[in-house]
């Protein structure tokens, strides 16, 4: 949207913050015992894939791990390869340990986990490599923004979420572990449950830092541009 004058900027009514559907979401890593029913957790999904997806082609798959046994299963196998690893890098015995003990944790505490994965079986397949890679790219940002979707709609269910990106370093041991095809690729976990707490209070960046108005820089409202930022940062505070 172009604007004509800074004083047309001014006249939009901007909501706070806490006004916005899911502006406040948080990452939560700490869950009461209590369940989750499956046809919340199938809400939940069908709030992922309405995602938007490159070609229309849907690369998103899904594993969902409710049971305790399942998650155990999944938080034994990872940590066993994490801990292999991590003796490769000569790392410190207790720093492994801890290691492996905070990821069996934070999985077995969840009340389900949620492998959020890709498949390029309905992707298009190019002669030539730089393409291939770029439609490779194309399913990943489809998967992550359903992936995104799905963190969106648990916080407006009430439920506490976290995106783990762990399954990326060790994709041939959880889909060993839970028996996924062998062309999904797994691109991160979302552990879910009802929040023992608020999670980690929310840092970011200012907004003056990683984004810029065209229009303001071309229409010479750099000075009001630079004051309106100012002002949604203190109310960000």
């Known amino acids: 949207m172009a604007y004509e004058t800074c004083e047309a900027m001014?006249?939009?009514?901007?909501?706070?913050?806490?006004?916005?559907?899911?502006?406040?979401?948080?990452?939560?890593?700490?869950?009461?015992?209590d369940p989750i029913p499956k046809a919340l957790v199938d809400r939940l999904l069908e709030a992922a894939i309405t995602a938007p997806s490159a070609?229309?082609?849907?690369?998103?798959?899904?594993?969902?791990a409710h049971s305790l046994p399942q998650r155990a299963k999944l938080a034994r196998a990872m940590g066993d390869r994490l801990r292999k690893d991590r003796q490769r890098d000569k790392d410190?015995?207790?720093?492994?340990?801890?290691?492996v003990a905070r990821s069996f944790a934070r999985i077995t505490?969840?009340?389900?986990v949620i492998i959020v994965s890709l498949s390029m079986e309905h992707m298009d397949v190019y002669p030539d490599a730089l393409r291939n890679r770029y439609e490779h790219q194309m399913a990943i940002q489809s998967t992550a923004m359903a992936g995104q979707n799905l963190l969106l709609a648990a916080?407006?269910?009430?439920?506490?979420?976290?995106?783990?990106?762990?399954?990326?370093?060790?994709a041939?041991?959880?889909?060993?572990?839970?028996?996924?095809?062998?062309?999904?690729?797994?691109?991160?976990?979302i552990?879910?449950?009802?929040?023992?707490?608020?999670?980690?209070?929310?840092?970011?960046?200012?907004?003056?830092?990683?984004?810029?108005?065209?229009?303001d820089m071309a229409n010479g409202c750099v000075a009001h541009a630079q004051a309106a930022q100012a002002a949604q940062a203190a109310q960000a505070a």
């Not at 410190?92 to 340990?97: H, R, S, V, W």
């Not at 552990?191 to 065209?214: C, E």
Request: aromatic share 8%; glycine share 10%; charged share 20%.
């Open 109 to 112: 505490g969840a009340a389900a």
């Open 172 to 189: 041939d041991t959880v889909r060993g572990a839970l028996g996924m095809p062998a062309h999904w690729e797994p691109q991160g976990m």
């Open 191 to 215: 552990t879910l449950g009802y929040p023992l707490d608020a999670g980690k209070p929310f840092v970011r960046r200012p907004l003056s830092a990683v984004a810029m108005h065209l229009d």
């Open 155 to 170: 916080h407006a269910a009430g439920l506490g979420a976290c995106w783990l990106c762990a399954p990326m370093f060790c």
């Open 55 to 64: 070609h229309n082609r849907q690369p998103w798959r899904f594993a969902v």
């Open 10 to 33: 001014a006249e939009v009514t901007v909501p706070p913050r806490a006004g916005l559907q899911g502006s406040m979401r948080r990452s939560v890593r700490r869950y009461l015992p």
């Open 92 to 99: 410190a015995i207790a720093d492994i340990e801890a290691d």
